[in-house]
């Protein structure tokens, strides 16, 4: 012990210290604490540092504070140190910062009033905690009445609910919503609306029981215990309710700043109304009775409408209007006794003035004689042995008897009125079990305590000795179930202070004891006390400054009573004379007040209590005088045997405890006084319950819980698979003493502090691993903020090189465009100085070089000449050489040829002699000439070069002499030009001279232009700049206004587009208002329907008398049932209502009355209905015999008109027929001439079209036949028409004929003949005019044929000049030009003819219509309108084909009952229909329909339909639980709807069919009422279908979504107390997320199966969706263990695994997910940071589908789980409420579970055959015969 202790009193250790503001005061250790410590260093919360002394002796250590995860526990016992400083500190916290006014102290809840009105006592809120377990929701009062209701249901064994706390603690409001829990979920088991009377008999209680006070406003002044009576369905039946300790004392006096009854400034308010003139009254200050406090308003408070609330709650019980006022004429008559002055007549005596003016109205309201009343108000009768004598009576006492008989009359009519309350209440059923709530008063104790405190504190004792006995039984029967050894726990026990009360010889012996002496006063019977009990018991003392009082120790507080009036009181003393004069009142009800007390006394015979101040009326003897029955038994014995009576019935019950605390005394809302709080804490017994609860083991967890828990602090050894030998191995090495805890059954149960010590070891072993965690993570980041770091250097490196090295490139770019740029600016300079000296010197050398070039070409020109000359001598001379050396070498070579001709004829002569010898002389020779002429070639060729440099050197000098004289010339020339130049030189100097001063003006005047220029250029500049600043202005302008004009344009359209979307969204809702209030009233509908069939079954049984051949007709009716069935249920209901009208005499007559007063509206309505429909009828029939009379005027000429119409157009028939064999035979003519041309084809072709125009033309012919078989048969119909008309006055045409003898009458008939004549001209020549066109029509396409012939022959003789191949290639070009032509052709036909036959058909089924109704308006027997006429009229047989009689399946009408019994009634969805084709039934019904319809059955269509809907809704009534039987026929149903839009014949469901389909299309009748009616029945099977899905969900949805842990180990199990809350450990049979994904997949396969339509799927998937969203998220809000940051997690999860459940189905774009984003929402709320105001501004904005309470509410019962996690703080919630505070929304908290969206049911057309559906023999429909 000492080693927890030194562990748990350590630094920073949080612990409670007393103080006087506070009542307790949080402080810190600053230091260690160790054991030989006098004292311990604190430091408050404020920063205070203070030493606190420990008792030398005991040296009890403070209260130490609870681990914040506990605090705002919804169970106190849940607490680890249980304490008072921690229960009112936990209180303080829930009250304050969550707004949370329930707390649970084990099996007590306690209530403190908000004094505001709070928003959690809906509809919605029961609903939600309707079936709930406990502990399983936040703490609420209607979590106590579930809790009872449930026991008694389950135990068997009756139950209490004791509501207990000092005035305005809310006591009587948690008494009424405790009432009305029980109203709303049991019902009533009759339609006599009993709930409603037992919530009806509270205001009624609150008017004459209820008073302002200065503690509350709605005080109860009376004690009362309702006994709410169930049946064996635990429904209610009635109520019973005894009242205890009136207040009569407050009729004629209240305190400052109190009030009187209610009731009495009700009736002061109304004064002005009609029916209350006569009571004289008048405002609340004119009577005393009501004026003492001076208070008479009540802020808030409008008493007269109370009043009226009050007289609809006395109506609504049975007291009627004449006793109202009987009432209320008493309560006047005690408010003007009460204005009575009575003055002194002397010292002994008193009297009344004569006609009082109120003691005149008292008597007149009471029905007693002025003389009497006022008689006996100041004298009383005195009785001894022997004489009576009269006694006047002093004033005082004359007014104390006045106030006396006052409060004796209320305290009568209080009675009156609870007596006849209860018996409204009563009823004949037989009660099985019931359910009391006791409202009553709280321990009380004041400055001055009276009689009426004592009675109070007395009755709070024997309560509280009742609550400790209970308590103590509990917690033994707890340790005996779980076999723990079972100590005897010390408790309080309050049995002395009780047996000072009741025992003998206690007070309140003593005190009847003092009433009954002579002479008895307050000053003998307190020393009768102080003589009896001031030595004797501990409990009672005496004050030192007072001999007329005595304290009383009670279990709550010390209380001093002041002995002042205790004997007064306990007699209650009336005047036997008074009572006697209101006996013999005229005024029936006051004489019923004072009747025997045998009669009025309650119907159950126990006595209503009148103690103190109220009168108990009790049984009194029969044998003795009325007078002193009355008056046998005192206040305090009455009302403790009352006490002992209320003890025994909640001892035989099983109670359940509510206390109200009351915060403060200044009723301020949310205002919380500890001291105030404490002290009602310490009187009602909750402290005692902590104390009870800590002296044993009050921590109990069960073996998983612990596991679940504390798993940290165990090792992976530690852990073997039983779980509860692991927790005892754990719990041996955490705690060493083993008194600690102790082992159960199924639970382990701690002492006081143990789970506090548990959960510091657990927080420190957490600690260390959020350390080893931080650490890691801490070195995770510093590691990865350092490698960031590393990079981000080396990136800031990177880019700061490059930014030098750009840096430097950019720098030597420059340097190098320097460089350049320097290079061509002095290469531009150089340039411009070579170029412009290179100019100069190209001038100087041009007129050099022209000079020089002048010179030489003059040189030249004479060399040249000169070389001509010498050319042309020097060729004379070569020719004339030439010619000289010719001829001397021709005469040469002829003098050499004659020699060596000569010299060779020698040579031959000698040869030819001897040529040998020749040779050898000659052969030397040879060598030596030749060797002379290679000398001589050699020395010709060294001639000829010499000769040739001769000549050379000769033509150089020559030419270089020439060169000199040229030279020579020219510098005789230059000297000449010199001497011209010398002379030039003068006049070029003085040209120059002027010519410099003209370009120095000229300069100045450039300078003045480019001055001017400039300036001008400047100004331009200017202006330009100042026109652009202006144009950029302007375009700016331009800009921000195209910009403002788009901008407005685009709000415009965002503005537009946003409005359109609301007004699309806002009629998207009201369409979706409309259809969810149209399906309302459905709902409403059946639900009226089958209370009519529970109705007519209860008054059937109620009868006893059995009828046999009698059945009870459906009373299903759908809006177009015959009007005959509707009429005989209608009066089979009323015979069934007279023949039970006995019976029914028992039942509630509001019901019975609103039942005939609907039943009236409904016959007017019907009978207004059938006569509007009567005279529809008339007005029908009028018009149309109007319409035949003139249809019969006209029909004859139109009828001659036709015949002549017909015949003409037979003759052009022939004619145009005649015309187009002639053409054939000619073209047949042309071709056989041209029958070997290539073409001939063509012709043949051509041929095809006319047969093919011939054939049409016949068609049309049969079409004109059947159309003139129709006016045939009409002409034969109105001539059977004027036979009958004949045969029925056959003197009519007669005497017509001779009526028109008369000369005007003739006239008239000859003038109306012509006037026919001129209409049938005119008509034909309308018809004249169109056989013109159309002979006009076929001669042009006559013509076009000669054009196309004549066409095809050039083309013909064309090809035949072309070659072979391309003849081939034209041919076939041109073939298929004219097949395609030919085709469109065609194809244009065909559509003109689809067309035609489209409206042929039309006007076809026009005329039919038209002979089907003539017919039916001339028949006589009792066809229906939908009928053909047989006779005399014949139908017209327009000839159909096979198939159209096919989809079709004909029964006999006797077997319209087999057919709805084996195909609906007996057809189950589990065996027969699950190998059936989806929608079969549908399918079979229609093609049923479809017979009927075929042969214009209109009875038996109707007769069909409705069987088929009495049929389905009586099976849906049958086996509506059933999911799959009302699947199925809801897709059925559906199917059959369908079919009926699919073959209906409107086009806009016709559109999908095929040709085929359309064929089947229903004839003869318009079914679109009957669509409706089946619509309305698809929506009530839907809504069916919801129910019996939500039943079935419903179950799963809170464990499966909330409790159960889908991800194991995130959310931690926290600390319980008594209220176990439901585990969400995974046990055998709980359910999972899994459980209802499978139960989801199982909806959706089975409506799959059966063929629901995909959209009717996603619209119940989506309804399926919300549910679990809104029963999920209003769980959430009722349930702050839930609240976490864990939670948040696993719902998110849960969420996500339900949207994969849809993105598998296919079904995302349902609509599903966004039903879930509350949920999501919440969620993500349980999940986002609460600190800081983005923080806020963030969840405004993210929990938009959540409302502003819903979001408040989350944040404030968001609880820690781990003391790591941190709590919302106040200011937070506020910053959030302000930010929120604009929103427009609905204040309701939690959502509407019983909502359904509005159904839809879109067109889903069928794609198969009727025709090819088969029949199963297993339907047994064998009967059906396929047509």
Not at 925 to 938: A, P, V, Y
Request: a positive charge; glycine letters at 4%.
């Amino acid at each position: 012990m000492n080693r927890e202790l030194e562990y748990m009193f350590v630094q920073s250790a949080r612990v409670w210290i007393p103080d006087a503001e506070e009542v307790w005061k949080s402080a810190e250790l600053t230091k260690d604490y160790k054991n030989d410590d006098a004292s311990l260093q604190l430091m408050l919360e404020d920063g205070t540092t203070i030493d606190h002394k420990l008792d030398p002796k005991t040296k009890n250590l403070p209260y130490l504070r609870n681990p914040d995860i506990l605090v705002g526990e919804n169970d106190l016992t849940a607490l680890s140190y249980l304490h008072e400083p921690a229960v009112l500190h936990n209180l303080k916290v829930r009250f304050i910062d969550s707004k949370l006014i329930y707390t649970y102290c084990g099996i007590v809840l306690v209530a403190i009033n908000p004094y505001e009105t709070l928003p959690i006592y809906g509809t919605d809120i029961i609903n939600a905690y309707s079936g709930q377990n406990m502990g399983d929701m936040d703490p609420h009062i209607f979590a106590v009445a579930e809790e009872a209701y449930k026991q008694m249901a389950r135990d068997e064994r009756n139950q209490s609910i004791i509501v207990s706390g000092e005035s305005g603690a809310g006591k009587t409001v948690s008494a009424k919503y405790a009432m009305r829990y029980f109203a709303t979920v049991s019902g009533s088991a009759s339609e006599a609306n009993v709930e409603e009377k037992v919530l009806a008999s509270n205001p009624i209680m609150e008017a004459i029981g209820n008073a302002k006070t200065t503690r509350n406003d709605n005080s109860s002044r009376f004690g009362k215990y309702i006994e709410i009576g169930f049946d064996n369905r635990y429904r209610i039946i009635g109520a019973n309710m005894r009242t205890y300790l009136l207040e009569k004392s407050r009729v004629v006096f209240q305190a400052d700043e109190e009030r009187n009854y209610h009731i009495f400034y009700q009736l002061c308010a109304s004064a002005n109304q009609p029916e209350f003139k006569n009571l004289r009254l008048s405002t609340a200050n004119d009577f005393l009775y009501t004026r003492q406090g001076r208070s008479p308003v009540i802020e808030g408070v409008d008493d007269a409408k109370e009043l009226r609330t009050t007289r609809h709650a006395f109506t609504l019980l049975g007291i009627n209007e004449s006793y109202q006022i009987g009432l209320f004429q008493v309560l006047a008559a005690i408010l003007h006794l009460g204005n009575v002055e009575i003055k002194d007549r002397d010292s002994d005596s008193s009297l009344i003035a004569p006609n009082n003016r109120h003691l005149t109205a008292f008597c007149e309201l009471v029905g007693v004689t002025y003389q009497d009343m006022s008689q006996w108000l100041c004298h009383r009768k005195l009785k001894t042995a022997t004489e009576t004598y009269i006694k006047p009576l002093p004033r005082l006492q004359a007014t104390n008897a006045r106030d006396a008989l006052s409060k004796h009359i209320y305290a009568k009519l209080f009675n009156w009125i609870v007596e006849h309350v209860n018996k409204a209440l009563v009823t004949n059923i037989k009660q099985h079990s019931f359910i009391g709530v006791l409202d009553i008063y709280g321990f009380e104790t004041f400055e001055i305590n009276s009689f009426e405190q004592f009675c109070i504190n007395y009755a709070n004792e024997k309560l509280q000795q009742q609550f400790n006995m209970h308590v103590f039984k509990l917690e033994q029967e707890e340790y005996m179930k779980e076999q723990i050894p079972w100590t005897l726990i010390d408790f309080y026990d309050n049995q002395p202070c009780i047996n000072l009360i009741e025992a003998k010889m206690g007070i309140l012996d003593l005190l009847d004891e003092e009433c009954k002496m002579p002479k008895g006063s307050d000053d003998s019977w307190a020393q009768k006390l102080y003589n009896t009990h001031l030595k004797t018991c501990s409990l009672f003392e005496k004050p030192r400054m007072s001999n007329r009082a005595f304290i009383i120790q009670h279990f709550a507080d010390k209380v001093e009573y002041q002995c002042e009036g205790f004997l007064e009181k306990n007699k209650d003393t009336v005047n036997e004379e008074q009572i006697h004069v209101l006996k013999a009142s005229k005024f029936n009800l006051l004489v019923e007040l004072f009747q025997d007390e045998e009669k009025a006394t309650t119907p159950t015979g126990q006595v209503p209590g009148t103690g103190g101040r109220t009168r108990l009326s009790i049984k009194p003897d029969k044998g003795r005088d009325t007078s002193s029955k009355e008056h046998k038994k005192t206040v305090g014995c009455q009302f403790r045997n009352s006490l002992q009576m209320l003890m025994e019935t909640l001892n035989a019950t099983t109670p359940h405890y509510v206390r109200c605390i009351k915060p403060n005394d200044f009723k301020l809302a949310f205002s919380f006084d500890p001291k105030r709080a404490v002290q009602q804490l310490r009187a009602c017994g909750v402290l005692e319950t902590i104390r009870i609860s800590a002296a044993g083991f009050p921590s109990r967890w069960t073996y998983q819980e612990f596991f679940s828990r504390y798993r940290v602090l165990m090792k992976q050894k530690d852990v073997l698979p039983d779980k509860k030998l692991t927790c005892k191995n754990v719990l041996e090495k955490l705690v060493q003493d083993q008194d600690k805890y102790q082992f159960g059954k199924t639970k382990i149960f701690f002492r006081a502090g143990q789970v506090a010590y548990l959960e510091k070891l657990r927080a420190d072993k957490l600690r260390a691993a959020c350390i080893r965690i931080q650490k890691t993570i801490r070195c995770w980041l510093a590691r990865k903020k350092y490698l960031r770091q590393r990079s981000a250097a080396i990136t800031i490196q990177r880019f700061t090189r490059g930014y030098q090295a750009r840096c430097l490139a950019k720098f030597m770019r420059r340097t190098q465009a320097a460089t350049i740029i320097q290079k061509y600016q002095r290469m531009c300079v150089e340039r411009k100085r070579f170029r412009q000296k290179q100019a100069a010197a190209l001038a100087m050398q041009t007129i050099l070089r022209a000079y020089m070039a002048r010179q030489k070409y003059q040189a030249l020109l004479r060399e040249h000449k000169a070389v001509i000359i010498q050319k042309h001598v020097r060729g004379w001379l070569a020719r004339c050489w030439y010619k000289r050396c010719l001829e001397a070498i021709v005469y040469l070579q002829c003098c050499i040829r004659r020699m060596r001709a000569k010299r060779e004829l020698k040579k031959l002569k000698i040869e030819a002699r001897s040529v040998e010898h020749f040779k050898k002389l000659n052969k030397g020779m040879e060598n030596k000439i030749m060797q002379l002429q290679r000398k001589i070639d050699e020395q010709n060729k060294d001639n000829r070069v010499i000769s040739e440099r001769l000549v050379s050197l000769e033509s150089s000098y020559a030419s270089e002499s020439e060169r000199m004289r040229g030279e020579l010339g020219r510098l005789r020339g230059v000297e000449e030009d010199a001497k011209n130049k010398a002379n030039q030189v003068s006049s070029l100097l003085e040209e120059l001279e002027k010519l410099r001063k003209e370009l120095s003006v000229t300069q100045q005047e450039k300078k003045t232009i480019e001055d001017w220029a400039q300036k001008y250029r400047d100004e331009m500049e200017k202006m330009v700049s100042e026109l652009k600043d202006q144009n950029g202005l302007l375009k700016k302008e331009k800009d921000d206004l195209n910009r403002m004009i788009q901008e407005q344009s685009q709000q415009m359209t965002e503005k537009m587009t946003r409005a359109i979307a609301q007004e699309t969204q806002q009629l998207e809702t009201d369409l979706n208002e409309e259809r969810s209030r149209y399906q309302n009233l459905l709902t409403e509908h059946l639900r009226l329907e089958e209370k009519y069939d529970d109705l007519k079954e209860e008054l059937a049984q109620s009868k006893n008398v059995s009828k046999p051949g009698h059945r009870r007709t459906d009373s299903t009716h759908s809006s177009n049932e015959s009007e005959y069935t509707y009429n005989s249920e209608y009066a089979e209901l009323e015979d069934g209502s007279r023949v039970g009208e006995d019976v029914t005499r028992g039942m509630d007559t509001s019901l019975t009355l609103k039942l005939q007063k609907r039943v009236t509206e409904l016959e007017q309505e019907k009978q207004s209905l059938r006569n509007e429909l009567e005279n529809r009828e008339e007005q029908f029939q009028r018009a149309r015999a109007r319409d035949d009379a003139q249809f019969r005027k006209a029909r004859g000429a139109e009828l001659e008109y036709e015949s002549l119409k017909r015949q003409e157009l037979e003759s052009e028939n022939k004619k145009l027929r005649h015309n187009l064999a002639e053409m054939r035979q000619s073209l047949l003519g042309g071709a056989a001439a041209r029958a070997g041309a290539p073409g001939s084809p063509a012709y043949k072709v051509l041929l095809d079209q006319l047969n093919a125009s011939c054939e049409e033309l016949q068609v049309r012919k049969e079409e004109v036949l059947i159309l003139r078989s129709q006016l045939v048969s009409q002409k034969e119909a109105l001539h059977h028409k004027d036979e009958k008309e004949t045969m029925t006055e056959p003197s009519v045409f007669a005497q017509d004929v001779n009526k028109l003898k008369d000369a005007d009458e003739l006239k008239q008939a000859y003038v109306g003949l012509k006037d026919t004549n001129r209409l049938l001209e005119q008509q034909l020549q309308t018809q004249r005019r169109t056989y013109d066109s159309e002979v006009e029509s076929l001669r042009g396409e006559l013509q076009n044929v000669k054009e196309e012939n004549n066409r095809q022959q050039q083309l013909l003789a064309q090809n035949l000049q072309l070659p072979p191949e391309a003849r081939i290639e034209a041919s076939l070009q041109h073939e298929i030009t004219r097949l395609t032509n030919e085709n469109l052709d065609l194809m244009e036909q065909l559509e003109k003819q689809d067309r035609t036959i489209r409206k042929l058909k039309k006007q076809l089924k026009v005329y039919s219509k038209r002979i089907g109704e003539m017919g039916a308006g001339h028949t006589e027997g009792q066809t229906s309108p939908g009928q053909m006429v047989e006779e005399p009229i014949h139908p017209v047989n327009i000839p159909r084909r096979e198939k159209d009689f096919q989809g079709m399946l004909e029964y006999k009408k006797e077997d319209e009952m087999k057919l709805v019994k084996n195909l609906i009634l007996e057809l189950k969805p589990r065996g027969v229909a699950v190998n059936l084709i989806p929608g079969l039934p549908a399918y079979i019904l229609f093609m049923c329909l479809r017979h009927s319809d075929y042969v214009n059955d209109d009875q038996k269509v109707r007769t069909l339909l409705t069987s088929t809907i009495n049929s389905i809704k009586k099976i849906l009534k049958k086996r509506g639980d059933d999911f799959e039987t009302v699947s199925f026929w809801l897709a059925n149903t559906c199917r059959f709807l369908h079919c009926l839009k699919q073959y209906s014949g409107d086009e806009v469901f016709m559109k999908h069919n095929t040709s085929r389909q359309n064929e089947h299309c229903l004839s003869n009748f318009d079914l679109a009422e009957y669509r409706q009616v089946i619509s309305d029945l698809a929506i009530q099977i839907y809504q069916q279908l919801v129910k019996c899905m939500e039943n079935i969900l419903q179950p799963m949805i809170v464990s499966g979504m909330l409790e159960h842990e889908t991800i194991q180990g995130v959310s931690g199990v926290k600390p319980t107390g008594l209220r176990k809350r439901t585990s969400s450990i995974a046990d055998e049979g709980t359910y999972t997320l899994d459980s209802i994904l499978r139960q989801l997949s199982a909806f959706h396969s089975t409506m799959c199966q059966h063929g629901t339509d995909p959209e009717l799927i996603k619209q119940v998937v989506k309804q399926l969706f919300y549910i679990i969203g809104a029963v999920t998220l209003n769980n959430l809000l009722l349930r702050k263990d839930m609240c976490s940051w864990s939670k948040g997690m696993q719902i998110r999860y849960n969420v996500s695994q339900l949207e994969e459940w849809l993105r598998d189905k296919g079904l995302m774009n349902c609509g599903a997910k966004e039903t879930l984003e509350p949920l999501i929402q919440a969620a993500q709320l349980l999940q986002v940071k609460k600190k800081t105001d983005e923080d806020a501004e963030a969840i405004c904005s993210m929990c938009h589908a959540l409302t502003t309470a819903q979001i408040v509410k989350v944040l404030n019962l968001y609880t820690p789980v781990n003391e790591f996690e941190e709590r919302v703080s106040v200011s937070f919630i506020r910053t959030i409420q302000t930010r929120l505070r604009d929103r427009c929304e609905s204040p309701q908290l939690l959502m509407d579970t019983k909502m359904i969206y509005p159904v839809t049911f879109p067109f889903n057309p069928s794609s198969l055959a009727l025709e090819t559906i088969q029949i199963p023999t297993s339907l047994n429909l064998s009967f059906l015969t396929r047509v």
